[in-house]
């Protein structure tokens, strides 16, 4: 059993910045590959960023590609995800969640519980 407890979300005003952080506990947070979800009012929850177990690969959701990072910290558990120039459209709850490495389907094993992120005009 894994448990994330996602922080760091917030109001901002667009072309603002927030960093959201993810803290793990449980297992042993570099077996996982770890991914960024979020889900917008009424519609249905997408991919935003992953990153396998060490770190030397990512991959984003077109629309984030150059604006959001996402990194981790396997010494402290920790999953981060740096937004930067945000805009309106990227107001969501965002959620972390864990894959162990060895799944090789798309399917994520372990959810956060989410932190909201809104972005005004």
């Known amino acids: 059993q894994v448990q994330l407890v996602e922080s760091g979300g917030g109001l901002v005003q667009a072309g603002g910045s927030l960093r959201l952080s993810c803290a793990a506990s449980?297992?042993?947070?570099?077996?996982?590959?770890m991914g960024w979800f979020r889900q917008a009012p009424g519609k249905e929850r997408e991919f935003v960023a992953a990153i396998n177990r060490s770190g030397g690969r990512t991959s984003y959701l077109d629309s984030v590609k150059g604006r959001f990072t996402i990194s981790r910290d396997n010494a402290k558990n920790t999953l981060y995800l740096q937004m930067n120039s945000l805009n309106p459209e990227d107001t969501a709850v965002y959620y972390c969640a864990a894959k162990f490495y060895m799944n090789v389907g798309t399917t994520y094993d372990y959810w956060g519980q989410g932190t909201q992120v809104t972005v005004s005009s």
């Open positions: 449980g297992r042993t947070f570099s077996r996982y590959d």
